[in-house]
């Protein structure tokens, strides 16, 4: 296993559009994370889930975004209606049940809305 | 969840130690404290933890004193592809599972 990986790497897409993101975390895990990242500042935790079920999902930024995880597997982030505001790197991370503070993350997917 | 407080910057020039040091004074008895490093276009990298005294491994030690209100991260001499940005981070967001960002140490090395 190589670790994280996340497709695609860059997206642009117009805004109004609906777009999707997928993560494969690193199999043994059973944590999944989603983090938001926009120029200058640190991720932003969005939800994470432990196998296929989303534990937290208040810090999503609004309605228009969504998570799932539907066999504990891969998950899919996605963000409907896209906005301008929402143009960031969108990243993933995974980890252990029991070391959450060690999270391996991807490489991100870069989103622009234009 | 303690607060962090680190420089926005550093310079420094191959070969040398770099120290970028962390406050946390309101960290509570269970957080542990972790750094991690982002170089552009990618995912943060976890580097060290710690939670008391000194820890060292491949790539780094972390010092961190008897009261736990600071620590210190400890490159030793540098190189180019030290350049990246490092977060301090400590606890979690209790309940969320998440980890804290903030801007982190933005680390320059010059040849």
């Known amino acids: 296993d190589t670790g994280v990986s996340q497709d695609p790497r860059h997206k642009i897409t117009k805004r109004g559009q609906n777009v999707t993101f997928r993560c494969d975390p690193i199999?043994?895990?059973?944590?999944l994370y989603w983090y938001r990242q926009t120029l200058g500042q640190g991720p932003e935790f969005l939800t994470y889930?432990?196998?296929?079920?989303?534990?937290?999902k208040s810090r999503l930024l609004s309605d228009r975004f969504s998570a799932e995880r539907p066999k504990g597997s891969f998950s899919t982030l996605e963000i409907q209606r896209t906005e301008q505001g929402d143009s960031a790197m969108y990243l993933c991370?995974?980890?252990?049940?029991?070391?959450?503070?060690?999270?391996?993350f991807g490489p991100g997917t870069r989103l622009l809305v234009l | 969840l303690a607060k962090t407080t680190q420089p926005i910057s550093m310079d420094s020039y191959e070969g040398q130690e770099v120290n970028i040091t962390c406050s946390h004074n309101n960290i509570a008895t269970n957080d542990y404290i972790t750094w991690y490093q982002q170089f552009p276009s990618q995912g943060p990298r976890f580097i060290i933890q710690?939670?008391?005294t000194k820890v060292t491994n491949e790539v780094a030690s972390l010092f961190i004193p008897a009261d736990r209100k600071s620590s210190t991260l400890s490159l030793p001499r540098v190189s180019l592809s030290d350049t990246a940005v490092y977060y301090c981070?400590?606890?979690?967001?209790?309940?969320?599972?998440?980890?804290?960002f903030g801007s982190g140490t933005r680390l320059q090395v010059q040849p």
């Open positions: 889930f432990q196998n296929e079920a989303q534990l937290e």
């Open positions: 981070l400590v606890g979690e967001d209790t309940g969320r599972r998440a980890l804290t």
């Open positions: 710690g939670y008391k």
């Open positions: 199999s043994e895990h059973n944590r």
């Open positions: 991370a995974s980890s252990f049940l029991t070391q959450e503070e060690t999270q391996y």
